[in-house]
């Protein structure tokens, strides 16, 4: 009996490793994403930088509360700004980083809504693998109001994206 | 993307300075025709890629005066393999960074006309080479060839003057650049880097 338990002992320490190396080894294999934001010039126009700033804060910590690893550039840090660059060169940069794909996200103020977000993930060889909009509709009476009703829709449609193409869940 | 008022940059005024000459020029050796910038190597393994050696870039993004902030990064990429000794140093296609050094002048700041983009390095291999523009740059006003021609940098970068609202300069512009100081790279460290694809 007490060899059986030994046994059994054992063979659940070997589980335990077992399940280790193949967390150790999924987490190792996972490749985070790169973040690109860009400010439209109607956002220049109508709104002010430091909505660009909170949303662009507001979709790191999406993705990083749902521990989809973002990777950060090593020249630069975190691209945010209002030069437009094609797919092909920011998904060269993702692929110089270390990333696994690209997540675009175009931060806009269109003349009807108080706010727009379009995300949209590449593979790095610039295929689209999906698209997301989120606005603060038309009934917000103020910008602020506004910004709280898109970032709500903007949770919940892009943690349904989470450890989906694009954007790689980290086990640990 | 078109908008009134916007036009290709027109470089119209080009900043350029003469460089100042530093003792050590004089005595610097004469470049190689071939533009290879080899140093003779003699018994070492080392490979100098030369202060002076011309690069050819290409802008890997649009840049505006009207939304590039001063200070801001900007991405450029290099056009063709620099060689020494026909060893490939710098592969087309690695990473340059440049900087805005005229134009909005914070984030909250914009419509200025005029724009000025710095080339600061080329990040490579774990290296950074330090980029410069070349001596003299002879201003162009020929505004359907300005597209397609070749963009110097001044010393200080760049400069297009528009008496228009806005300069800009599209992604796929070529532009020179040449080495700043000597690179030494190895032998050894070239051909790894060949073996895995860097």
């Known amino acids: 009996m007490m060899r059986n338990g030994i046994l059994g002992t054992l063979l659940m320490v070997s589980f335990v490793f077992a399940q280790q190396k193949a967390v150790d080894t999924a987490t190792a294999g996972v490749k985070g994403v790169y973040l690109i934001l860009f400010r439209t010039p109607a956002h220049v126009r109508s709104s002010s930088p430091e909505v660009f700033h909170t949303a662009a804060a507001d979709v790191r910590k999406v993705l990083t509360d749902g521990k989809v690893p973002i990777v950060e550039d090593k020249e630069r840090g975190s691209i945010e700004n209002e030069s437009q660059m094609s797919v092909n060169s920011m998904t060269k940069l993702a692929s110089e980083a270390g990333a696994g794909s690209l997540l675009f996200v175009t931060v806009d103020r269109p003349t009807s809504k108080w706010i727009k977000l379009v995300l949209q993930a590449y593979d790095l060889d610039g295929k689209l693998l999906w698209e997301e909009a989120v606005d603060s509709g038309m009934s917000a009476m103020s910008g602020g109001a506004g910004y709280k009703k898109c970032f709500e829709k903007l949770k919940k449609q892009l943690s349904a994206r989470i450890g989906g193409p694009g954007l790689p869940v980290q086990m640990q | ?198």
């Open chain 2, 1 to 198: 993307m078109t908008d009134s008022g916007m036009r290709p940059y027109s470089p119209v005024m080009l900043l350029a300075q003469d460089q100042a000459q530093s003792p050590s020029d004089s005595a610097a050796p004469q470049m190689p025709k071939d533009g290879s910038g080899a140093e003779p190597l003699g018994f070492s393994d080392d490979i100098i890629l030369k202060s002076g050696t011309e690069v050819k870039l290409v802008f890997a993004q649009s840049v505006s005066s009207k939304h590039a902030a001063k200070g801001e990064k900007v991405e450029l990429r290099v056009a063709e393999d620099i060689r020494v000794d026909h060893m490939v140093v710098v592969p087309a296609g690695a990473r340059v960074l440049g900087t805005v050094v005229q134009g909005k002048k914070n984030e909250k700041y914009g419509n200025s006309k005029d724009l000025a983009v710095s080339v600061d390095y080329i990040a490579v291999k774990g290296k950074r080479i330090k980029l410069t523009g070349e001596r003299k740059q002879k201003p162009q006003t020929n505004v359907g060839s300005a597209t397609a021609a070749t963009i110097g940098f001044g010393l200080t970068g760049l400069m297009v003057y528009m008496s228009q609202r806005e300069a800009w300069i599209r992604e796929g512009t070529p532009a020179n650049g040449y080495v700043a100081e000597d690179v030494i790279f190895t032998r050894s460290e070239l051909s790894s880097a060949a073996k895995v694809g860097d």
